[in-house]
C-alpha cells in the first residue's frame, strides 16, 4: 500500500476507530493497541484491497481485534474507577478533547451509567451497539463491516438493545429508560 | 407489547433516525398519542441514542501515532511478534529512525486531519463544545481583567458607554496617557 | 537517508492542504487579525495559556449555550477568532519578548491601529489597541507585559465587537476565577 493513502487513512480514521475501541472495551491501552495492530495490519494487506473498500476492512479488523482480546483478557470486566468519581460539570480547562489516554476523562453520570451497563454485555453485541448509536452507523452498512447480513445486524442490535435496558432497570437506574434530565 | 403495536416498530427506529416522511411521521405521531408504552419506548431509546452520541469524540494518543507513522516511514525498526500488539512504548523507541522527523510527522497528523462527513464522525460533542465555550470564557474574563487593570490606572473608562458619544469618539485616537513616556520609550 | 526523511515530511506538508489552512487564510485577511505566529513560547517557559479559536469552534461554544440567551453568546457568535498566547518567562528571555512586544506595536501602528489605553509603571505595560473598520471595531489586540514579572499577554480578538457588550459580560464572566483556572491547568 503507498505510504500517502496510508498516512491519509491513518489521518482521517485513527481517532474514529480509538474512539470506537474505547468505548468498546472501555480502556485507553487497549484502545491504543487495537488502533496500532489495526492499521499495521492495514499497512501489510491495505494494498491487496480496493480503495473504497479499506475504511469498511479496517472498521472489521478492529471489530475482530475487540472481540478477540476481550476473550483473551482476563479482567475484561473493566475497572471504571477511571471514569467514575469526576464531577459531571467539570470539564477540561484550556484543551481540546481528550487527546492522552492517560488523561481523566470527565463524563456526566448518564454517560457513566450508560457505560458501565455496556460493560455488562458480550463484547460482540458492545460491538455494534457503539457503531449504531455512538458512530451513526445505519444497518445496512454495520452488515458490510461485520461481513454479515442486515437481519442479523439488527437482531443483534435489538437484543442488546434490550439487555441495557433490562441492566439499566434492574439497577434502579431509571434515568435511561425514563424521561428526566439529571444534567 | 400490542399486536398493533408491532407495526409500528419499524416507524418508531426510523423516526429516531430521522428518516419518516411527513405521512409516515403523522401516521406514528397519531399512534404515539394514543399509545402510553410506545411513547415511553421512543423516549427511552431517544434517550439512549443521546447519551451514546454524547459520548465525547475522542483523539488518538499521539504517541499510538507516531508508532503506527514508524512503521510506513521507510525505515520500519522492529515488527510485532506475531500474535500479540507490541507495548506501544517500546515499539516507540526502538522504531524510531529520527526523533525529529516522527514528530513532525506526528503534529503534522494531528493538524492534517480534516473532519469526516457528518454521516460518517459523531458530531461535535457537548462536551467539545462546552470545552470551547470555557476556552472563549476564560480567555474574555482575562482581556476583561486585564482591560480593567488598565482602566483603573488611566483616566479614560474605555467601557464609558454613559460618555457621550462625542467624547467616546474621540478616545478613538486619544493621545497616550500623561504617565506614559509617549512611543514606546 | 536525509532526502528520505525530507522527502516523507514534505509528503506531510502536502498533507495539510485544504482544512486547517485555508481557514486560517480566512481569518488572517481580516483587518481585525494580529500575526501572534512569530511570538515564540520559550522552551521552558511555565503557565502557558495557548489558547486558539477559530470560526468553527467559536461557533461551537457559542452553541453550547442552549438558551442562546447569555450574553456570552452574544458576543461569541460575532467573533472570528480568539487568540491567546501567554506565558512566564525567565528573565534571560526578557529582551526576546520584549522585541516581540515592540514588534506587535509597531505592526499595530503600522497598520493604523488604535491605542486605546497604554498604562505604564515601571517596566511594565498594558496597551489595548483597537483596530476600526468605519465605525465598528473589528479588532482587538492586548498585550500585557510585565518584566518585573517575568509575565507576557497577548491576546488579539477578531470580529464584530463592540466594547459596551464586552462590558456586559463583566458580570457574567464575574463568577470566572483566573487564579482557579491557572491552579486547575498547572495541576495536571
Known amino acids: 500500500m503507498d505510504r500517502q493513502s496510508f498516512i491519509e487513512l491513518l489521518a482521517s480514521h485513527a481517532d474514529r476507530v480509538f474512539s470506537y475501541a474505547r468505548w468498546v472495551l472501555q480502556d ?6 487495537v488502533v496500532q495492530e489495526a492499521f499495521l495490519r492495514l499497512w501489510e494487506r491495505g494494498g491487496d484491497l480496493e480503495e473504497r473498500g479499506r475504511v469498511a476492512w479496517l472498521q472489521r479488523v478492529a471489530h475482530n481485534l475487540c472481540v478477540d482480546r476481550r476473550r483473551r483478557s482476563s479482567t475484561w470486566r473493566r475497572r471504571l474507577s477511571h471514569l467514575a468519581g469526576a464531577a459531571p460539570d467539570e470539564l477540561p480547562v484550556g484543551r481540546r478533547a481528550a487527546t492522552d489516554p492517560e488523561q481523566e476523562m470527565l463524563l456526566n453520570e448518564r454517560q457513566q451509567t450508560l457505560l458501565a451497563a455496556l460493560s455488562n454485555l458480550p463484547v460482540g453485541i458492545r460491538s455494534v451497539l457503539v457503531m449504531h448509536y455512538y458512530e451513526g452507523l445505519k444497518y445496512r452498512e454495520i452488515a458490510e463491516i461485520l461481513d454479515s447480513n442486515e437481519n442479523a445486524v439488527k437482531a443483534r442490535i435489538h437484543r442488546g438493545r434490550q439487555a441495557l435496558r433490562r441492566i439499566l432497570t434492574g439497577n434502579g437506574d431509571e434515568e435511561l429508560t425514563a424521561r428526566r434530565e439529571t444534567g | 407489547m400490542k399486536r398493533e403495536c408491532a407495526g409500528y416498530l419499524d416507524l418508531r427506529e426510523r423516526y429516531l433516525d430521522g428518516e419518516l416522511s411527513p405521512a409516515e411521521f403523522a401516521r406514528l405521531a397519531e399512534h404515539l398519542r394514543a399509545c402510553s ?26 504517541a499510538t501515532l507516531e508508532t503506527i507513522a514508524a512503521t510506513a516511514a521507510p525505515r520500519t525498526g522492529h515488527r510485532a511478534a506475531s500474535g500479540r500488539s507490541p507495548r506501544r512504548r517500546r515499539r516507540l523507541w526502538l522504531a524510531l ?10 503534529v503534522m497528523l494531528f493538524w492534517a486531519r480534516t473532519p469526516l462527513p457528518p454521516r460518517e464522525m459523531p458530531v461535535p460533542s457537548a462536551p467539545q463544545a462546552l470545552a470551547a465555550r470555557q476556552q472563549a470564557e476564560w ?31 474621540s478616545l478613538r485616537h486619544a493621545a497616550p496617557l500623561p504617565e506614559d513616556e509617549g512611543g514606546r520609550g | 537517508m536525509k532526502a528520505k526523511l525530507l522527502l516523507l515530511t514534505l509528503l506531510m506538508l502536502s498533507l495539510l492542504g485544504a482544512g ?32 486558539d479559536l477559530g470560526p468553527p469552534l467559536l461557533k461551537m461554544a457559542a452553541e453550547a449555550d442552549t438558551s442562546r440567551q447569555s450574553a456570552l453568546t452574544r ?27 515592540r514588534d506587535i506595536e509597531d505592526r499595530l501602528e503600522k497598520n493604523d491601529w488604535s491605542r ?43 470580529g464584530d465587537l463592540d466594547l459596551a457588550s ?16 491557572f491552579d486547575e491547568l498547572d495541576s495536571r
Open chain 3, 20 to 51: 486547517a489552512q485555508a481557514r486560517d487564510t480566512e481569518v488572517a485577511k481580516l483587518p481585525g487579525y494580529v500575526d501572534l505566529k512569530d511570538i515564540r513560547i520559550p522552551d521552558d517557559a511555565e503557565e502557558i495559556r495557548d489558547i
Open chain 3, 75 to 101: 458576543v461569541l457568535s460575532q467573533l472570528q477568532l480568539v487568540r491567546v498566547k501567554s506565558f512566564v518567562f525567565r528573565p534571560d528571555d526578557t529582551d526576546e519578548v520584549r522585541s516581540h512586544v
Open chain 1, 28 to 33: 485507553p491501552e487497549d484502545a491504543a493497541d
Open chain 2, 97 to 106: 529512525p529520527a526523533a525529529a522527523a516522527l514528530l513532525t510527522v506526528a
Open chain 3, 166 to 181: 464586552l462590558a456586559g459580560l463583566t458580570a457574567e464572566l464575574s463568577g470566572v476565577d483566573l487564579d482557579d483556572f
Open chain 2, 139 to 169: 480567555s474574555l474574563a482575562l482581556t476583561l481583567r486585564l482591560i480593567g487593570e488598565a482602566q483603573r490606572e488611566s483616566v479614560a473608562d474605555v467601557f464609558g458607554h454613559t460618555m457621550p458619544r462625542a467624547v467616546r469618539s
Open chain 3, 116 to 158: 486605546l489605553i497604554r498604562v505604564r509603571d515601571e517596566e511594565d505595560s498594558i496597551t489595548l489597541s483597537l483596530k476600526y473598520d468605519r465605525n465598528h471595531i473589528v479588532g482587538l489586540m492586548l498585550v500585557a507585559f510585565s518584566p518585573e514579572d517575568d509575565e507576557v499577554t497577548f491576546v488579539n480578538v477578531v
Open chain 2, 37 to 62: 408504552a410506545c411513547r415511553r419506548e421512543v423516549e427511552a431509546e431517544g434517550l439512549l441514542r443521546a447519551t451514546f452520541r454524547s459520548l465525547p469524540a475522542l483523539s488518538c494518543p499521539p
